[in-house]
């Protein structure tokens, strides 16, 4: 175990767009989350495309709905090792 690197971050990944990254990797239109979730399919595009904020409790919803944790869409580009170590 002691032959690996920890990956490093390549790409800058707005809330929106994990948003996005992750319905797509599930193959999921944006009504089709929408009709998941019960988030209205104009409110999902607005997510995005960072036109609106996800808010605690739609990223709740929507983490459901696309099968992972809420982290994941509220914090994408956050990197643990930096911010433990501050």
Same mark, same amino acid.
């Given at each position: 175990?002691?032959?690996?690197?920890?990956?490093?971050?390549? =790409?800058?990944?707005? %809330?929106?767009?994990?948003?996005?990254?992750? #319905?797509? +990797?599930?193959?999921?239109?944006?009504?089709?989350?929408?009709?998941?979730?019960?988030?209205?399919?104009?409110?999902?595009?607005?997510?995005?495309?960072?036109? =609106?904020?996800?808010? %605690?409790?739609?990223?709740?919803?929507?983490? #459901?709905? +696309?099968?992972?944790?809420?982290?994941?869409?509220?914090?994408?580009?956050?990197?643990?090792?930096?911010?433990?170590?501050?």
């Amino acid at each position: 175990m002691n032959d690996y690197r920890l990956a490093k971050r390549n =790409v800058d990944v707005s %809330v929106g767009e994990s948003v996005k990254i992750l #319905r797509e +990797l599930q193959e999921l239109s944006q009504n089709e989350l929408a009709q998941v979730s019960g988030i209205p399919q104009s409110t999902i595009s607005a997510i995005e495309n960072d036109r =609106v904020q996800l808010g %605690v409790e739609r990223a709740k919803v929507l983490a #459901r709905a +696309l099968h992972c944790h809420p982290a994941v869409l509220v914090f994408p580009g956050w990197d643990i090792e930096h911010e433990s170590a501050a």
